[in-house]
T-cell receptor, first 115, second 113 residues
Framework: QQQVKQSPQSLIVQKGGISIINCAYE??????FPWYQQFPGKGPALLIA?????SEKKEGRFTISFNKSAKQFSLHIMDSQPGDSATYFC??????????????FGQGTILTVHP | DAGITQSPRHKVTETGTPVTLRCHQT?????MYWYRQDPGHGLRLIHY???????DKGEVSDGYSVSRSKTEDFLLTLESATSSQTSVYFC????????????FGPGTRLTVT
C-alpha cells in the first residue's frame, strides 16, 4: 500500500528558478515529515523536516510547506543551483510505541537544474 | 555522516546462498533500521530494531531476518538469496536526542546472479 505519493517523478528547472516537489499522505497518525536528498552512489541525506504543529519551516533556500487538512506537504527550493541536482524523497512516520521512526517514503523526484 | 558504516559495500552472490550485511554505528542510538532501494519504489523498510534483541518487521520483510546482539551492530541476513533481492540496502539510525532525526549509512549494493 502506497501511503505517501510524491510528484512529479522528474523535474527540470533553470538555475535561479524555484523547484517545487509535492507529497500527499494517507495515514493521519503520521507526525514527522522529513525530506531527503540523495546523490548518485550515496545514501539519502536528511535535508529538512517538519512536524504537523507548524505550517511552514525554512532552512536557507529550502522550505517545507505543510497542509494538515489536505494531508499534503511540499518542498520548495529557492534560487535552484546545478549543485541541487539530485533525487529528493519525502517521507512520513509516527511516534507510536515501538514503531517509532518507521519511515514510509515517496517514490522520489529526480531534479535537474540547468546552468 | 552520523557514524554509520556498512559492510560490505558491494557484493555479488549466487542464488540460494546466504548473505549477511552488517551495519555498525558509533553513537549508541537505540533505533536502527534496514531499508532497500529499488527504482520506482523509493526506499522500503525491511526490519527495524528498538533495542538490543528487540526487532520487528517492516513493509518488505519476507526472505530477510535480522539480529541485534549489541547496540552498535544490526545485521541483515538473506537466508537464501534470490534475484528479486538484488538491490541497494541502506541502514539507518534514529537520533532521539531533542528533535527526532533519522540518518542513513552509505549503502550496500547487492547483486544476486
Amino acid at each position: 500500500q502506497q501511503q505517501v505519493k510524491q510528484s512529479p517523478q522528474s523535474l527540470i528547472v533553470q538555475k535561479g528558478g524555484i523547484s517545487i516537489i509535492n507529497c500527499a499522505y494517507e495515514n493521519t497518525a503520521f507526525d514527522y515529515f522529513p525530506w531527503y536528498q540523495q546523490f548518485p552512489g550515496k545514501g539519502p541525506a536528511l535535508l529538512i523536516a517538519i512536524r504537523p504543529d507548524v505550517s511552514e519551516k525554512k532552512e536557507g533556500r529550502f522550505t517545507i510547506s505543510f497542509n494538515k487538512s489536505a494531508k499534503q506537504f511540499s518542498l520548495h527550493i529557492m534560487d535552484s543551483q546545478p549543485g541541487d541536482s539530485a533525487t529528493y524523497f519525502c517521507a512520513a512516520s509516527y511516534a507510536g510505541g515501538t514503531s517509532y521512526g518507521k519511515l514510509t517514503f515517496g517514490q522520489g523526484t529526480i531534479l535537474t537544474v540547468h546552468p | 555522516d552520523a557514524g554509520i558504516t556498512q559492510s560490505p559495500r558491494h557484493k555479488v552472490t549466487e542464488t540460494g546462498t546466504p548473505v549477511t550485511l552488517r551495519c555498525h554505528q558509533t553513537e549508541n542510538h537505540r533505533y536502527m533500521y534496514w531499508y532497500r532501494q529499488d527504482p520506482g519504489h523509493g526506499l522500503r523498510l525491511i526490519h527495524y530494531s528498538y533495542g538490543v534483541k528487540d526487532t520487528d518487521k517492516g513493509e518488505v520483510s519476507d526472505g530477510y531476518s535480522v539480529s541485534r546482539s549489541k547496540t552498535e551492530d544490526f545485521l541483515l541476513t538473506l537466508e537464501s538469496a534470490t534475484s528479486s533481492q538484488t538491490s541497494v540496502y541502506f541502514c539507518a539510525i534514529g537520533r532521539t536526542s531533542g528533535v527526532y532525526e533519522q540518518y542513513f549509512g552509505p549503502g550496500t549494493r547487492l547483486t544476486v546472479t
